[in-house]
């Protein structure tokens, strides 16, 4: 990594975000001087992939550092409206088992 790449690096945990807006999974982070790759950020950790087909790490956002350009930002609608689909489906199959079924 160059001393430029170093000097852009901020603490995942410094990358704040709009009430309604969630960060994104899938970029890369540099944790302990190790490149790694995040593939889901939670309220206070990171789930981390060292390596492709190495088991999966949780760390503190502080200790994840991220080049702010390379994080991609998602609205929490779409996250619940997903949820409310699931939730929708799973209702409409529980009533579809309720009733009878024509022969």
Do not use: H
Request: aromatic share 4%.
């Amino acid at each position: 990594m160059s001393e430029n790449d170093a000097e852009r690096l901020v603490s995942l945990d410094q990358v704040t975000t709009e009430p309604e807006v969630v960060i994104l999974p899938d970029f890369p982070a540099v944790v302990d001087g190790k490149r790694v790759w995040v593939t889901a950020v939670l309220d206070r950790t990171a789930v981390v992939e060292p390596a492709p087909g190495e088991p999966k790490i949780l760390v503190s956002r502080q200790r994840c550092l991220v080049d702010p350009k390379d994080i991609r930002f998602g609205y929490v609608a779409q996250r619940d409206a997903a949820r409310r689909g699931r939730e929708a489906a799973r209702r409409n199959r529980a009533a579809q088992g309720a009733r009878p079924r024509a022969a």
